[in-house]
């Protein structure tokens, strides 16, 4: 078990939380597999009926069999889900129905090919998403999966292959899973099963070896899919010791623990686990472990610190910085949380009594480790032994020094005002004090100097014989080493406290700085202002002058987010950045790369992309030596790559989004068009073949009627084209308001004359409050406004129910409405009306459904508003709202019409 009965309430918060959801959802079974053909779904099948017979309620919601005989006969005896069928470019798709599923509510649910994509329309764009719904509705889901569709392997793949998948399952959606079975195939068995036709028919049997399925490619992804399986089972079982607070190390996998320090002792360490990681082919993990203590080392220790984990993230190693006071304790209790299998730590170069007397972080780490091995290695022939070595370094002022000579004699001055009332072993804890004093305030050196002092000057003063440091009584040679031994704990004590506390305060500004930079990162999604953001926190935080550069087009750096004044890249130096950029490495001042430069360059790298490069000079140039700036320095700019990198991709979701709708709107038109178009030309085309093709003896009544047809038509034929110009001219942010005085009451006539052939017998009641009422307004777009609502109106209302339109000043604007007695429109659909190709009832009336679309954005192009309310008597009241005083007008937004384009 754990040592430590204590456990984090946050971690056991979490714990409790996951198992709760765990007790509600669906649990997710995936089938893997290194590449198609393997078994997978064959496998699911079989898992399939054996549940059945255990009588367990299983159904299949989709299976894709691609022709497989034996696949096929697995499905009988399983009762199948029926397809939801799609119809998608002039195919019929099968996709899953999550609905008919959801009521049937299986125990277990089959969804094969997790990674598919599903067709436009469905509720998910992916398969994966069909299946957590399901799982968040307590049906268990057992699927299959490919080593290709797994989102941080795809890259790996496509290395190999040459060949890029687009369908890919996020890792999160794995790591989900109740289980992970893996099946495999030998690569040669896969190959004659491609040559039998078993996996494709013969054509696509022959392209697959000569590409996808070459040997090599599948043994390579063998061995991918095998250590990805691994270590999702390492990390089940690491959840398992954690949910039963198992502390003791289970080696199931090699895992290497490496401790270095200053010591140049630590290069070779971090080689040599290296070989050994590479041989037992394990994971390793490099730990370095700052003390109080190691506060004030010198710069070359620090500067080898740095090196030494460079050199190990380099080799690939796994960085882990802790904090502590005792090394073997912290070292320790890191292995046990990763689980480790083997520890490497240096021989101490101290002699023995160094270590019977301070103690030895080996022999510490060896009688704690308990079942994790230690491999103890020493340094080469001839190499320096840091830890013999001690380089001296004053680090207290000499005042101080000074001022605890002073605390002691004021010390000794209240003893003697003492010394007639108390026992000379009682002015003791004076001394005492004041050596706990100079200990806080001043430091372990003065600390010392004072305990000393103060033993002396206690002799001397207040011990008989006076004025002598010789002692009468022996007992009082006892009394001396007490004393001195204390003052000494007292001040070591002390100052260790101090340091502690120096140390706890440097934790919380770096805790503080980097929350205040990730809070103001988290405001925005606009990759300039997080790069503005970015330069402003390093600079404050650094005291340094900060250049974050850009790259434009070309790939070339710019400086587009720091202020003028902090711009301080020679153009020389731009080279360094961009090679920084390029390779992703940092470089600059005070490393192996680059060092001629004046500045230090780190980039700004996300996962996918090198977002730019940091330039930051601080004030001194060897400030960086320190590992806890550079350490500081690199998450700060971690954190803004990942800021950027989230902001990058919230913008590409857009995009996406926005070329989905666009798809789908270009569907929409031709579905919603075509109809249209279609009916008017065929019309005129049957009219006028008739009269090109009629006998001579046709009438001119006849022709007249023709030609009405024709015209009618063609009007009708004219209206669509025009409101789909319109709609271009919407979309692409190009209608100008060209605004003029005109009387209301042309306004209204004008519109009313346009459609008085289809008003016939329709009554129109017009009511213009003020007929000399002028406005300023496009006449030209207002009247079309007009027209359409009116036409609208006609459209959607019975023959023989009146119409009315009126006009009126309501404060500052101009209110006009059309009413009509049609079936009105619920609420819920007020603002669907107003959208593109949208219509009430698609079967039943003509239109491409832009009349209104066109009507809000000429509307919102003056400025105004336009709504639909209920008729007191029945019916719909389209109200628009124009303002008619000269103001400036907001710009038409753009984005509302940019999604399509006509």
């Given at each position: ?512 700085s980097l929350y205040s930079l990730s809070k103001e990162l988290a405001s925005t999604d606009d990759p ?166 009629a006998p001579e003896t046709l009438s001119i009544e006849a022709c007249k009627e023709r030609a009405a ?143 209104l679309a066109i009507c809000s954005g000429i509307v919102e192009a003056h400025g105004g508003e336009i ?36």
């Amino acid at each position: 078990m754990i040592p430590d009965s204590r456990r984090d309430p946050d971690a056991f918060l979490a714990l409790y939380r996951e198992e709760q959801a765990r007790q509600t959802q669906g649990r997710l079974k995936i089938f893997f597999g290194y590449a198609p053909g393997v078994g997978k779904t064959y496998g699911m099948l079989e898992d399939a009926r054996k549940l059945l017979n255990e009588n367990v309620d299983v159904v299949v919601g989709i299976v894709e069999t691609h022709g497989r005989e034996a696949t096929k006969a697995l499905l009988d005896d399983l009762e199948i889900i029926p397809p939801r069928l799609v119809e998608y470019k002039g195919a019929v798709l099968r996709e899953l129905d999550i609905d008919a599923i959801l009521m049937r509510k299986p125990q277990v649910v089959l969804v094969d090919e997790a990674a598919h994509t599903n067709a436009p329309g469905c509720r998910h764009e992916k398969r994966w998403q069909d299946i957590q719904e399901l799982l968040a509705n307590g049906i268990d889901v057992f699927t299959t999966l490919n080593t290709q569709h797994v989102e941080t392997l795809n890259d790996r793949v496509a290395q190999i292959t040459n060949i890029e998948v687009r369908e890919r399952v996020p890792d999160s959606f794995i790591e989900d899973a109740f289980e992970i079975e893996l099946v495999d195939l030998p690569v040669d068995e896969l190959v004659q099963r491609l040559r039998e036709g078993k996996v494709y028919i013969h054509e696509q049997a022959s392209t697959a070896l000569e590409h996808f399925f070459r040997k090599g490619n599948l043994i390579a992804l063998r061995e991918i899919a095998l250590l990805f399986v691994a270590q999702r089972v390492d990390a089940q079982m690491e959840r398992y010791r954690e949910a039963h607070r198992i502390g003791s190390v289970w080696p199931a996998a090699e895992r290497i623990l490496v401790c270095v320090s200053p010591s140049p002792l630590s290069v070779k360490l971090v080689r040599g686990a290296k070989r050994m990681a590479t041989a037992l082919r394990a994971e390793w993990l490099v730990a370095y472990v700052q003390t109080p203590r190691q506060a004030h080392q010198s710069d070359a220790d620090k500067s080898r610190v740095i090196q030494t984990l460079r050199l190990a993230e380099q080799l690939g190693a796994e960085i882990i910085e802790l904090t502590g006071d005792n090394i073997a304790d912290e070292l320790i209790g890191c292995a046990r949380k990763n689980n480790v299998s083997k520890i490497i730590i240096g021989k101490p170069a101290l002699p023995r009594w160094k270590e019977v007397l301070f103690g030895s972080v080996v022999d510490d780490t060896i009688r704690k480790s308990g079942a994790i091995d230690v491999y103890v290695i020493t340094g080469e022939e001839g190499m320096p032994s840091q830890t013999v070595a001690f380089a001296w370094k004053r680090t207290t002022k000499s005042s101080h020094y000074w001022t605890a000579t002073f605390i002691v004699a004021g010390c000794s001055g209240l003893a003697y005002l003492l010394s007639h009332y108390l026992e000379p072993t009682n002015l003791v804890m004076i001394y005492l004090l004041g050596v706990f004093f100079v200990a806080l305030r001043l430091g372990r050196g003065p600390s010392i100097l004072a305990s000393i002092l103060s033993v002396a000057v206690f002799d001397y003063c207040f011990v008989p014989p006076f004025l002598t440091f010789a002692v009468s009584d022996s007992q009082y040679v006892l009394t001396f080493f007490v004393m001195l031994m204390v003052a000494l704990s007292i001040s070591t004590l002390a100052t260790r406290v101090k340091q502690q506390a120096e140390f706890s305060s440097l934790k919380e500004r770096r805790t503080a700085s980097l929350y205040s930079l990730s809070k103001e990162l988290a405001s925005t999604d606009d990759p300039a202002k997080l790069l503005r953001i970015g330069a402003e926190h390093l600079a404050d935080v650094f005291g340094a002058k900060v250049s974050i550069l850009t790259p434009d087009e070309n790939g070339q750096l710019a400086i587009p987010a720091t202020k003028a004044d902090d711009r301080d890249l020679e153009i020389s130096d731009l080279a360094f950045a961009q090679w920084v950029f390029h390779n992703r490495q940092m470089a600059g001042v005070g490393t192996n790369t680059l060092p001629g430069a004046d500045a230090l360059y780190l980039p700004i790298a996300a996962t996918e992309r090198t977002i730019g490069v940091v330039g930051i000079k601080p004030e001194e140039l060897d400030s960086f030596s320190r590992p806890e700036q550079i350490q500081l320095l690199q998450t700060f700019v971690n954190q803004l790559a990942q800021a950027c990198e989230r902001a990058y991709l919230s913008e590409e979701n857009k995009r996406a989004q926005v070329q989905m709708k666009t798809e789908q709107l270009r569907s929409s038109l031709l579905s919603s068009v075509s109809h249209d178009l279609r009916t008017p030309l065929a019309t005129i085309t049957g009219a006028a073949s008739s009269i090109m093709e009629a006998p001579e003896t046709l009438s001119i009544e006849a022709c007249k009627e023709r030609a009405a047809e024709i015209f009618h038509e063609s009007v009708r034929l004219n209206r669509l084209v025009i409101n789909l110009l319109e709609m271009t001219k919407l979309q692409a942010g190009t209608l100008t308001v060209k605004r003029e005085w005109c009387p209301v009451d042309e306004l209204v006539g004008s519109a009313v004359s346009c459609i008085d052939e289809k008003l016939e017998a329709r009554k129109l009641d017009i009511e213009i409050e003020d007929p000399t009422m002028v406005v300023p307004v496009d006449a030209t777009l207002v009247q079309q406004v007009l027209v359409n609502l009116l036409e609208n109106a006609i459209k959607y209302s019975p023959v023989d129910s009146p119409l009315a339109i009126s006009a009126k000043r309501v404060g500052e604007n101009l209110l006009l409405s059309v009413s009509d007695r049609g079936p009105g429109i619920p609420i819920e659909r007020r603002k669907l009306i107003f959208e593109k190709f949208y219509r009430e009832n698609p079967g039943e009336s003509f239109g491409a459904g832009l009349g209104l679309a066109i009507c809000s954005g000429i509307v919102e192009a003056h400025g105004g508003e336009i709504w639909v309310e209920d008729n007191p008597g029945g019916g719909s009241i389209f109200c628009v709202s124009l303002p008619v005083e000269s103001v400036d007008l907001p710009m038409l937004d753009p984005l509302k019409f940019t999604e399509t384009s006509l």
